[in-house]
C-alpha cells in the first residue's frame, strides 16, 4: 500500500467510518436534526452545526491547496460561520456539502503523486504530508467534540 494510499484509507476511516477510535464523522452525526444541530449546550462552545461548517471549510482549504491554489485558511465568517437557516433542507444541504467536499477532497488526494508529499506547501513551512494528516486529525478532532455535545444534551 502507497503513503497517498494510507493517507486516503485514514481520512476515509475518520470522516466515513470503520474508525479505530470511534464514531466518524458521518456516523456521530447520524439522527442529528436542526433542532439538535443548533442546540447551544455550553455557552463557550459551537453548536454541531458550527462545526459541520468548520469541518467542511477546511477540508475545501485543503482540497484547493492540493489543486495548486495559494489559498490562506478560513478566516472569520468563512471559518466559523453563523447558521442563519435552522430548516431541515438547510440541514440536508449542510450534510450534502460536507459529503460532496469530502468526496472532491479524496479524490484530489489520490491524483496526488508520492514525491509530492515530501514538498512543502507554497507559503508554508509543512509538507503536504503534514497537511494531510492534519486534515486527518482535524477531522478526529471535531468528531469528538460533536459526540461530547450530543452526551450534554441527553
Known amino acids: 500500500m502507497s503513503e497517498i ?11 466515513e467510518g470503520n474508525a479505530w477510535h470511534g ?15 443548533t442546540r447551544k ?5 459551537h453548536t454541531i452545526w458550527e462545526i459541520v461548517l468548520h469541518i467542511a471549510a477546511w ?6 491547496r492540493l489543486e495548486g491554489k495559494k489559498v490562506k485558511g478560513p478566516t472569520g465568517a468563512e471559518d466559523w460561520s453563523v447558521v442563519n437557516d435552522p430548516s431541515p433542507a438547510a440541514w440536508r444541504r449542510t450534510i450534502d456539502a460536507l459529503v460532496e467536499g ?8 489520490s491524483k496526488m503523486s508520492e514525491a509530492k508529499l515530501n ?17 486527518v486529525q482535524h477531522d478526529l478532532y471535531h468528531a469528538g ?6 452526551k450534554a444534551k441527553a
Do not use: C, W
Open 119 to 135: 514538498e512543502t506547501v507554497p507559503e508554508t513551512n509543512f509538507s503536504y504530508y503534514v497537511l494531510l494528516h492534519g486534515v
Open 23 to 37: 464514531p466518524s464523522v458521518r456516523e456521530v452525526l447520524e439522527g442529528d436534526t436542526p433542532e439538535t444541530a
Open 59 to 64: 477540508e475545501k482549504f485543503v482540497r484547493r
Open 145 to 150: 467534540q460533536i459526540a461530547l455535545l450530543k
Open 102 to 109: 469530502h468526496q472532491q477532497l479524496m479524490q484530489a488526494i
Open 41 to 45: 449546550v455550553l455557552p463557550e462552545a
Open 5 to 15: 494510499e494510507r493517507i486516503t484509507d485514514q481520512l476515509r476511516r475518520a470522516f
